[in-house]
């Protein structure tokens, strides 16, 4: 989704913060906001979602700007299981529209 | 990846052949979706089922057509397939009982049409 950017790539440590950013300028006041990984030869699976407020669970955090134009992406503590790409993406309804996604490295 | 099924797993094909892939779940899931992954693209969906004989397009569906008859099986169907259809499909689905939905992903279709 054009409207969706991310950054192209990041490295973080093993057991550091990661914070990924994603722009999504042009989201409606009913899109939400989802966070999708995808490891090697594997289909994306679900990380977390959100609308307005910020938004945990067990594998991160999902901080949504107060004019929801922006969100980011935080996993608490980096693992070598967590490298992967990360998708930002809009929901509009049942339809997903997804960002380029952003190529995570852990480094050890 | 949650009881979903694709096939075949890798097809290699040519300019002007008809290409079916099927997606097979074994959640009752009322939605099924099918997307095509590209380098600089990521997902873009193709085509969507909300129910049994119940399809909608998605923002690339030129060139595909699909189908459900049942719910367990949702078929993408390339016509008569072009080098452009080259691409990663993967079929998701999703059981529509929360908002939002949670989209489930299969492992993939890859096709090369030659």
Known sequence: ?108 | DAGITQSPRHKVTETGTPVTLRCHQTENHRYMYWYRQDPGHGLRLIHYSYGVKDTDKGEVSDGYSVSRSKTEDFLLTLESATSSQTSVYFCAISGGLEWPDTQYFGPGTRLTVL
Not at chain 1, 12 to 36: A, F, K, Q, R
Not at chain 1, 51 to 59: A, D, F, G, K, Y
Not at chain 1, 80 to 103: E, K
Request: charged share 15%.
């Open chain 1, 1 to 108: 989704d054009a409207k969706t950017t991310q950054p192209n790539s990041m490295e973080s440590n093993e057991e550091e913060p990661v914070h990924l950013p994603c722009n999504h300028s042009t989201i409606s006041g009913t899109d939400y906001i989802h966070w999708y990984r995808q490891l090697p030869s594997q289909g994306p699976e679900y990380v977390i979602h959100g609308l307005t407020s910020n938004v945990n669970n067990r594998m991160a955090s999902l901080a949504i700007a107060e004019d929801r134009k922006s969100s980011t992406l935080i996993l608490h503590r980096a693992t070598l299981r967590d490298a992967a790409v990360y998708y930002c993406i809009r929901s509009t309804g049942n339809q997903f529209y997804f960002g380029t996604g952003t190529s995570l490295t852990v480094i050890p």
